[in-house]
């Protein structure tokens, strides 16, 4: 992709690298995560936080990590099962890695409530193309009791 500049005034110059599409799209994900992680902990505080919540990673599985067969972009697909004996919100990040370990893609997934010892599913969509096998991994789970 040719990369873009965020808007300009008439004839200045820009002092700074161009942003590709891709890098672009990057940080829109990485704020929107942030902001979706913030607003469950924000939850947290006015309804309060489960001890419990040290074992939300175990409450996130991935059932399937996929190219795009085109080159395009990742998807993995999975399950929550809740654990936790209160109503919760889920917020996580996945990671898409090559068979090296390298991470070539992320996504970022929020669930708003699951209820005790019931399943959710979800879907999350790279944000960048990776090509060949990959493998997921599921990072930075946060569980919010949901008032």
Known sequence: MSPHYFWQPAGHTPDVAPVTKEEEVVGMVRRISVAGLAALAGVALLGGCSSEEKNADADVS???C????????PTANGGITNHSSKDSGYAFTVIFKDPAGNRVSEGAAAVSEVKPAANATWRVEGVTSAKGPLSCDITNVVR???P
Do not use: L
Request: aromatic fraction near 0%; charge should be neutral; avoid cysteine.
């Open 144 to 146: 919010t009791a949901v």
């Open 66 to 73: 996929t190219p795009d067969p085109g080159g395009g972009r």
């Open 62 to 64: 991935v059932s399937s």
